[in-house]
């Protein structure tokens, strides 16, 4: 597999580390504990295309949203996370 | 006509250079041949043809093909530690003094007492091992199994550790091509031309593919001169990479091909400094298969006789290497293209004996050539072959109609007709189609970016192979943005194409569909009766297909004939699936350099070498290679050494590289903010120049990691993780900065390389400090207190940054100054030190004095304890949210009876504790039910003149005082300990405060 | 149809000709008691057992493809009960002990080999760790045995012990531990369940399932038709979520690829099983003398069924810096099989909380192992509603309750599980 | 009072042996370590970037890099690092982490990382064939030509590759590692390069 990192360009799948499904998002401080559960445990898992993490941890250390097939490993889009390249925000 | 000792060596023609004779020896024997021969075309000059026996009957076999798909002619090539098993003689490139063995034999080749096998051949079915062999139990490991492992099995691996090096490189490149026969060439001539760069990959050790056995003409040119003027063209274009002795053995994701080159297999030993192989990871925008047809055989009674032989394999070695696998033969064919052999045999001054047609009708030219030859021409099939000592001897015909005629010959040419090499286009699990018109599977699609030309994609004619080869390479050139002038296309005849599909010719004795795991026309049809009728189930219950050949002989035969037991159709049965590598590759080559000591990389730290020069003994922590302890002359052991260390530490001072830590510097405006939610506890309350420790969680609410964090600067932390999580927790805070809280305005650097860090600790650090900080700098309790952290000027100017924690439980501080230094501040701190008998310790004096501390690290952190089991609940902030603050509270993770960290001593303090002992109340059988934990660490505390240790254990700290077993059955040991504080020393801190 | 060397002996006078099929082809009837979807050796055992211990017969298995397609025909044949944790503990030594008589029990020949599963450490840290883990199994009634270097140089010598990066420092044996043959595993329980009436239905795929107005499933609609059930479990091992999903639930789940390899067959060289502690790699050999040998998932979600070369490296430098001599060993196959990976490392086997559906699944890369007894504990599931005791807490709810098994301790990470 | 001296020793200082080394004849690799530079990380802080950009483009004459490249100026070479980060690397102090602090005072947090990295210049015909079995980027002069850089990672260890200007028409690439995996990778380039013949040597000067 190879990403195009939107900061590095195309690179091997060695500079990546993946974490999962970028679908869950982190409830609110007061949003319970089954949100928190759901969040934490419970996946989609489809097989399909999805949004996941990876991270550039061997190249630039920006974390990747990456939109990716898991029934053929193709991917269709890899954008930054919010936070990478904040510095170009609106301050 | 013939050459001495290579009697059937033709004296004209072929790829082989007679000025250059190898010897090589084949069982003890030797031989000669020259340089262009395989083994296998040396044999076959020699005369040989009984070259190995078979998996499972031990039946002698010959040479099949003249390829990487040969299933018989295996041989362990080379001797002693470079000793290869199941080596293909088709694909083995002479050297001169080659050895290699016949294997799967005992005591010799023509002698194999295995091959009484033969004779329980009506029981040796397939799948009868799973009928059998059950009683009793005990049986299957004493008895029967090993009796199975020692005759199966093939070649016999050296035994001994590979001699040889191997490395691993990139390529980057537009267009790779698999195969340099016609539309391989023609390929790499069209993308080459365009300006794409091509890396064109051959297997063999020469370009040309079936042009260098059958020839033809392109361009007007015989093809010889063709590829030569092909080849001159290529090389001379700078972006084109020709790579011999290289095959494409797969396709991964992102247009990722892997390549095998056999660097320097075809010398004796590789040269100095050089690489027997190396794996080519080939980055390409597009991929030609270009990588050809294999030749099928028929199945029929006898068909493994030595002297059988592939029809395009016997024009191989006429053609190509001058050898002539018989004198008199005889060609049984179901097409067109198996007539070559006839023509190629004539050409040479063979004897044709007679050619079996299975087709109804034969052109006008061939019945020429036969009548010219003086050969007939019998309508039918091969039904026996008789073998005699030498091999094929007398061949059985039964002739469409009934009658049955015989024919004598010294070898059998067959052909099948071809099936294109599917693999590389279905490695994505990719079915390949079925075409009737050749009677054959082709690929249906392919892996993003690749497409098949030519023979692999069922393009059987010269012309035909040239023309989709071209324009393969030009669109694959033109799709990785090339668009050059192509010039004009080679242009040559196609040749006529009939075939009647036969697979299987009925008749009695062993019709072997795949002759190298022994699998016969009848296994199949057996495992048809029993239920195995999909194709998977028909390969694992037979084993067919599975062994090193991988099938590509008998895969399509197999299902042709299960097909015909079940009344479907071949592409009804389908397929099994295609699994690379396209060819067998070595272990070797797949790891590369990272062997023995380069297995993987080593982390330094800054004082490293001058540990070495101290005589340190050193441990791997991860990649970093740390001092353990530092054994002085007299010591009779490692505990000696660490009880030393500690002794000095707590009565003097001493020293210990703490730099393996991980180190990340936290700036930015929201800094404070930001540890705040990935710390369980909080520091934007953190005053400037003040460390805390922290911990932080999972968000499933179990512990991560801990370390101690300073503020520098209002908008500079310096955070510290364990040595063992650095690299995830960087991770983890870059996640929780970029993606869960973009919003704050946050910069994380690790500076893990930046600082050497020495923790100094004992009553008389300060002492010591003194004399390497500036006299400037206060260091007393009111100027330095505890967990105070700031930039210090050390004598000379150099700044350091000092902090005042204590991992010991002594006085103590940690000093950073810029990496490279780092060895000046070891033998600084050593001078220094000296008046007040400084020690440098290693991490076995750290951990027992943690241990002592009731410090928790690794084996009390691993990744199912929460703070409270830590003993550390008390620092959860309950005013701010947090990673895992949630999860934490869940019912079974907070309640009473869960295993938490105590102190443990043994009850006998001349009992040594061992960690991974357990705990079982006093009085009770141990049993599941009332295993109440285990002991996590232990040490031998100088301070208590006793082993101790720290224990997870059900409601351990409610429990101070109780008397429980250790029970280590693993040791053979039970003894009785104590729960105790599991601080041990100085339970009030007063010393690291003091 | 007796199996043994006599049936063989006769069936050979007659050229075989007589052999019946291993296991009846069965349509589907209209209803069954219970329905299993998947008929990979989990599903196939699941009804062997409730037919043979509980007396539950008109038992349908649904198989998609072919039987034995999945995990089953698709993994390293590993049998072992060496796990540290309540819960795992008892569980994977029931099924052990049904490893070591299945064959009588079933008449069919699995191959099962106890040649031993050794795991070496190479760290004292990893020495502790494997002390406890020994000693849980001791106290479990279960073999262990933890071996210094001095025993290992004794019993394999070719390990690399002395230009080492991480030399071996000692391992943990357990001599029970080994392989069997995982086809004929599938066939065996196959032949076996089909002889006490239950039908194996190849080709038939689940696509969804039948509810009535309380939303209790009455059966599963397939490509073959709607099948009624009284019951339905799910052993879909690689299908986990799709399945569920058809139910309206989502699970703790994951799915990722293992990649397994096996060498060209070579006459014996490695004894037992092996786990290399400072890298990615283990291996056995086969009675036929491939070295089967794999390592790491390769860590991201998958439904791909293959592998890619970063992993093979990677294993293969494992094999490498453990056993050097097997250097010019040529590696003959790679494959992947889709694992579901679960939460904790540990599987569920639980009613699910819709009436009537019962989940058997979160395997990971453990399943091949786990056969007989998950069939056991499944059938006991599904006959008395209620978990078998090796299988209590294996409950879909302990992630809501903080009740994980998690060996590695890794957390809601299943990659690195 | 201890007589200390406060000897500098860079991580390559007992692997590095100057002198041919590999297979003989002509060197097809020639590599370089370079000692005691100043490195510092400079790390545009939310809505920064322009602001950084500007303060480099004002203390260093050039702008910094905002995609993967290297720029050299006459005293400085500044190579982009990641998104809205970038090196400066120099000699003698003069763009040092305590020189830069105030230009980018409220811009950008500033990380000291002369001491956290080994710095190797490699050059040499066989240069590329060499870095090919290191390195999964694509060299080809067309694609890394001169100016460009990379943050990726060569046996699994994080670095900073550049392409200097070119010194007697060949190639030359700057390989910034960290300082605690040097020596290791250094004996795995020495393996890499064996085969080509290697000579090694070791400078005080930026290329």
Known sequence: MRIICPFCGERELGEFTYLGDAKPQRPAADAGEDAVYDYVYLRDNIAGVISEYWYHGGGCRAWLKVTRNTLTHEISAVEPAAGAGAAKVGA | MMRGDQANRLNNGGLIDRTAPLSFRFDGKNFLGFKGDTLASALVANGIKLVGRSFKYHRPRGILTAGSEEPNALVELRSGARREPNTKATTAELYEGLEAASQNRWPSLNFDVMSVNQLFAPIFVAGFYYKTFMWPAKFWEAIYEPAIRRAAGLGRAAGVSDPDHYDKAWAHCDVVIAGSGPAGLAAALAAGRSGARVILCEEDFVLGGRLLADGGTIDGLPAAEWIAGAVAELTAMPDVRIMRRTTLFGVYDGGTYGAIERVNDHLPVPPEHQVRQRLWRIVAKRCVVAAGAIERPIVFAGNDTPGVMMASAMRSYINRYAATPARRIALFTNNEDGWRTAETAIAAGLQVAAVIDARPDVSPAHRSLASKGGFPVLHGSVSAVDRGKAGVRKISVALTGGARAEVEADGLAVSGGWNPAVGLTSYHRGRPKWRDDIAAFVPDGAPPGMVAAGAANGAFGLGACLREGFEAGAAAARDAGRGGNIGSMPVADDEAFSLTPLWHVAGNGKAFVDQQHDVTASDVELAQREGFQSVEHLKRYTTLGMATDQGKTSNVAGLAIMAAVTGKSIPETGTT???????????????????????????????????????????????????????????????????????????????????????????????????????????????????????????????????????????????????????????????????????????????????????????????????????????????????????????????????????????????????????????????????????????????????????????????????????????????????????AGREALTVPNRQVVVGIKPTDKARRLRSGAHIIPKGETPGPENDQGYVTSVCFSPVLDQWIGLGLVERGRERIGEIVRAHDPLRGEDYDVEFCNSVFYDPDGGRQRG | MKYSIFSLARAALSGHKNWKPTWRDAAPKDRYDVVII?????????????????????????????????????????????????????????????????????????????????????????????????????????????????????????????NARFPVQGGLLQRRGGTARHDAVVWGYAHAASALGVDIIQNCEVTGFTRDANGKVTGVETSRGRIGAGKVGMAVAGSSSHVAAMAGLRLPIESHVLQAFVSEAIKPLIPGVMTFGAGHFYVSQSDKGGLVFGGDIDGYNSYAQRGNLPVMEDVCEGGMALIPMIGRVRLLRQWGGIMDMSMDGSPIIDKSPVDGLYINAGWCYGGFKATPGSGLVFAHLLARDESHKEAARFRLDRFQRGAMIDEKGQGAQPNLH | MADFSWDIRSPLDRALVAGPYGAQGEAGVSLTEIRNFDLVQVMARRGKAGETIAAAKARLGAAAPETPKAVSIADATVIWSGPDQFFVLSKGGKHSIDALASVFAGSASLSDQSHARALISISGDKARAMLAKLSSIDLHPDVFGVGAAAATSMDHTSVTLWRGDDRNGQAVFNLLVFATFAESLWHTILDSAAEHGVTIGHSEDLA
């Not at chain 2, 500690?646 to 830590?661: I, N, Q, Y």
């Open chain 2, 577 to 887: 699936i295609y699994r690379p590598p396209y060819v067998p590759v070595a272990i070797g080559a797949f790891a590369g350099h990272h062997r023995d000591e380069n297995f993987h990389a080593t982390r330094l730290t800054p004082s490293h070498h001058w540990a070495a020069e101290q005589g340190a003994v050193f441990v791997d922590t991860g990649l970093w290679k740390r001092a353990q302890w530092y054994p002085r002359a007299g010591e009779k052991d490692w505990l000696e050494s660490v009880t030393r260390e500690v002794k000095a530490v707590r009565s003097g001072v001493g020293f210990c590289d703490v730099s393996t830590l991980g180190k990340i510097d936290v700036h930015g405006p929201d800094a404070g903010a930001f540890l705040d939610r990935v710390y369980i506890n909080a520091f934007s309350s953190l005053a400037v120049g003040k460390a805390r420790y922290g911990l932080m969680l999972r968000e499933d609410g179990i512990v991560y990691d801990d370390g101690t964090t300073s503020r520098l600067a209002e908008d500079h932390y310096f955070l510290t993780t364990t040595t063992a999580k650095a690299g995830l927790v960087m991770q983890h805070l870059e996640f929780c900065r970029q993606v869960l809280f973009p919003e704050l305005d946050v910069q994380l650097t690790s500076v893990s390389d930046q600082w050497a860090q020495f923790s100094i600790a004992g009553p008389k650090t300060r002492d010591l400090l003194k004399e390497i900080v500036d006299p400037a700098e206060d260091l007393s309790n009111e100027g330095f207190p505890f967990m105070g952290a700031r930039e210090v000027k050390l004598r000379g100017g150099l700044k350091a940054r000092l902090f005042r924690i204590s991992f010991s439980g002594e006085m103590a501080f940690e000093i950073s100054v810029p990496a490279r230094y780092g060895e000046a501040m070891a033998r600084n701190l050593m001078l220094a030190g000296k008046p007040f008998g400084v020690t440098p310790y290693g991490t076995e004096a750290l951990g027992v004095m943690r241990i002592e501390k009731g410090h928790v690290a690794g084996p009390e952190l691993n990744g199912t304890t929460t703070a409270g089991d830590l003993g550390l609940g008390k620092m959860m902030s309950t005013k701010k949210d947090f990673i895992g603050r949630v999860m």
């Open chain 3, 38 to 162: 998947g008929g990979g050796g989990h599903g196939l055992a699941t009804a062997w057992f409730l037919a043979s211990e509980f007396g539950i017969r008109n038992v349908a298995v649904l198989e998609k493809g072919w039987i034995g397609s999945g995990n089953a025909g698709r993994n390293t044949t590993i049998i072992r009960s060496n796990y540290g944790l309540p819960g795992n503990t008892g569980f994977y030594e029931l099924s052990m002990k049904l490893w070591e008589t299945m064959e009588q029990d079933l008449n069919y020949n699995a191959m099962v080999s106890q040649r031993g599963v050794l795991n070496l450490y190479h760290s004292d840290a990893q020495r502790d760790a494997f002390a406890r883990r020994g000693n849980t199994m001791r106290i479990n009634g279960i073999d262990a045995e933890l071996l210094d270097q001095a025993a290992l140089r004794k019993m394999l010598p070719f390990l690399n012990f002395d």
